[in-house]
């Protein structure tokens, strides 16, 4: 089945840097990839997402690029504010029988963001 | 439109008891799938529900189940409780259209096995 490495666990910057997350998947029929941000004690909420068909995807300051020859996607968020500190998870997806819902996640990067 | 519903919010249980959880989608949103959250595995996916029939399962044992109902509703069911399955169970909907596969989140229930 499907697995996912998300790398780094933990990420430390300094508000107005830059913050880049990378994932690796392993089943190259997963086409779909989608980022979620969780605040402490919250939700897991979508933030942006892609489709195999597509390079990379921007939504102001966050960015996603895949690479399907190397199977691996990442994160990119610029210009990081203190209210960007939470966990980031990665996912992939197969859509297999239909569905996309049976994502499977990466572990996380907890990111701070210092003022 | 009312986000993800799950109840309840807090549960405390004892090993070898059996729980209920409960979760409403999205008013129109057809698949419904719980996942496990703990500190150290992340979020891990346990099943997925279309039109009542389970379509996809993840790798947890028998005491892990589901179900749908047709109004889209779903419940999991835990039996036989180990303290391993203290975690958080979050349930996410979906629209399932071709091209709107976005999955939005319940609140979870945490759940605390002693």
């Known amino acids: 089945g499907e697995n996912v490495e998300q790398h780094p666990s933990t990420l430390s910057v300094q508000e107005g840097d830059s913050a880049v997350i990378k994932c690796t998947y392993s089943d190259s029929a997963s086409n779909y990839f989608p980022w979620y941000k969780q605040e402490l004690g919250k939700r897991p909420q979508l933030i942006i997402d892609?489709?195999?068909?597509?390079g990379e995807k921007k939504d102001q300051r966050i960015a996603v690029t895949l690479n399907k020859t190397a199977k691996h996607f990442s994160l990119h968020i610029t210009e990081t504010q203190p209210e960007d500190s939470a966990v980031y998870f990665c996912?992939?997806?197969?859509?297999?029988?239909?569905?996309?819902?049976?994502?499977?996640f990466g572990k996380g990067t907890k990111l701070s963001v210092k003022p | 439109k009312a986000g993800v519903t799950q109840t309840p919010r807090y549960l405390i249980k004892t090993r070898g008891q059996q729980v209920t959880l409960s979760c409403s989608p999205i008013?129109?949103?057809?698949?419904v799938s719980w996942y496990q959250q703990t500190p150290g595995q992340g979020l891990q996916f346990l099943f997925e529900y279309f039109s009542e029939t389970q379509r996809n399962k993840g790798n947890f044992p028998g005491r892990f189940s589901g179900r749908q109902f047709s109004n889209s509703r779903s419940e999991m069911n835990v039996s036989t409780l180990e303290l391993g399955d203290s975690a958080l169970y979050l349930c996410?909907?979906?629209?399932?259209?071709?091209?709107?596969?976005?999955?939005?989140f319940g609140s979870g229930t945490q759940l605390s096995v002693l």
């Open positions: 008013s129109g949103h057809r698949s």
């Open positions: 996912a992939a997806s197969n859509g297999n029988g239909g569905s996309q819902g049976n994502l499977i």
């Open positions: 996410a909907s979906s629209l399932d259209d071709p091209g709107d596969e976005k999955l939005f």
């Open positions: 892609i489709r195999s068909n597509v």
